[in-house]
């Protein structure tokens, strides 16, 4: 059983439910049982961007340093909507980001999702500590 199915189990359980929460919450819920969760949107989101961003005829590799100017511009958006509180600029904001990355990456021959599963490898079985709503890993802490 994954991490994320354990994690919904417990809060099942924890709400009084034996099965998973995907039946009430298919929105939400991202265990591996819940086909909405499985559901095409993100590959088809990615998809047209990357299409997208080929007709505007930026993958190309020559362009990935005036890429990644573009996503540290969003990323500060990203900063600006948090210290104003703005929601909505905030969700546009990370779309932003992710979009711009997603250009990078193609523009470099990679795969966002690929780039995603390599930086979930990495950090999924490691060990620290949130302090003051940072996480420190271990080797970090010494």
Known sequence: MSYIDKLNKKYSEMFGQIKCSCDLYADFCRCTNNNNFKNQKMTDLISKVAVWAKEKGLIKEENSSKQFCKVAEEVGEVAAALARG????????????????????????????????????????????????????????A
Do not use: H, P, S, Y
Not at 121 to 135: H, M, P, V, Y
């Open 86 to 141: 703005d929601k909505e600029m905030l969700k546009d904001g990370i779309g932003d980001v992710v979009v711009t990355l997603i250009i990078l990456a193609e523009q470099q021959g990679l795969n966002i999702t690929e780039c995603l599963d390599a930086a979930w490898q990495e950090i999924k079985d490691r060990k620290g500590k949130t302090i003051n709503g940072a996480f420190i890993k271990e080797e970090d802490l």
